[in-house]
């Protein structure tokens, strides 16, 4: 089975402030991988797919960047919306597998 | 409008059985593959089981092999989960999503639906 971590399991930022969260994969999953944005007692949204393309509707302050086994999420300007829980989903094969989710709050 | 409405859930007892179901409208259902993700509370997300568009294949993660079925019926524009043997473990809002293909991400989410095991 191919592991996700991701890291910082949780952060503390100021609205504006540019936020970086790290995914990595076990194995090589090439650019099977989408990030998943979830607010409390919400259903997951999902933010990118493919590692980079922006999802429709998604506000463009969202990107994404990497392939192989490290991906980044980058929020470049965060706002008050932003704060959730973010997650990683590799769909490179099965079981398809999650992140642990990078919880962002306010600073 | 692509809406997935997932029902079934409830109150059960540990061995006890109960039938999710998710209803589908606003998209093809029939051409997209379908997937159960699980998530208990205060919790991640877990991936539990899939199904390819035509019904010829199936998914499951070894949490739940041998205990829940996955099914659908394309007529009715309609997954289903069938959970057996449930655990305390299995407790967890459970929730229904599409994707394009077998090896694809998912893109739409219904809203879930919440399974407690308790005696």
């Known amino acids: 089975d191919i592991q996700m971590t991701q890291s910082p399991s949780s952060l503390s930022a100021s609205v504006g402030d540019r936020v970086t969260i790290t995914c990595r994969a076990s194995?090589?999953?090439?650019?099977?991988l989408g990030w998943y944005q979830q607010k409390p007692g919400k259903a997951p949204k999902r933010l990118i797919y493919a590692a980079s393309s922006l999802q429709s509707g998604v506000p463009s302050r969202f990107s994404g960047s990497g392939s192989g086994t490290e991906f980044t999420l980058t929020i470049s300007s965060l706002q008050p919306e932003d704060f959730a829980t973010y997650y990683c989903?590799?769909?490179?094969?099965?079981?398809?597998?999650f992140g642990p989710g990078t919880k962002v709050d306010i600073k | 409008e692509v809406q997935l409405v997932e029902s079934g859930g409830g109150l059960v007892q540990p061995g006890g059985s109960l039938r999710l179901s998710c209803a589908a409208s606003?998209?093809?259902?029939?051409?997209?593959?379908m997937h159960w993700v699980r998530q208990a509370p205060g919790k991640g997300l877990e991936y539990v089981s899939a199904?390819?568009?035509?019904?010829?294949?199936?998914y499951y993660a070894n949490s739940v092999k041998g205990r829940f079925t996955i099914s659908r019926d394309n007529s009715k524009n309609t997954l289903y989960l069938q959970m057996g043997s449930l655990r305390a473990e299995d407790m967890a809002v459970y929730y229904c999503?599409?994707?394009?293909?077998?090896?694809?991400?998912?893109?739409?989410w219904g809203q879930g639906t919440l399974v407690t095991v308790s005696s």
């Open positions: 999503a599409t994707s394009s293909s077998w090896y694809s991400t998912f893109d739409y």
């Open positions: 194995q090589g999953i090439r650019n099977d």
């Open positions: 199904i390819s568009s035509n019904g010829g294949s199936t």
């Open positions: 989903l590799q769909h490179n094969s099965y079981p398809l597998t």
């Open positions: 606003g998209f093809t259902f029939s051409s997209y593959a």
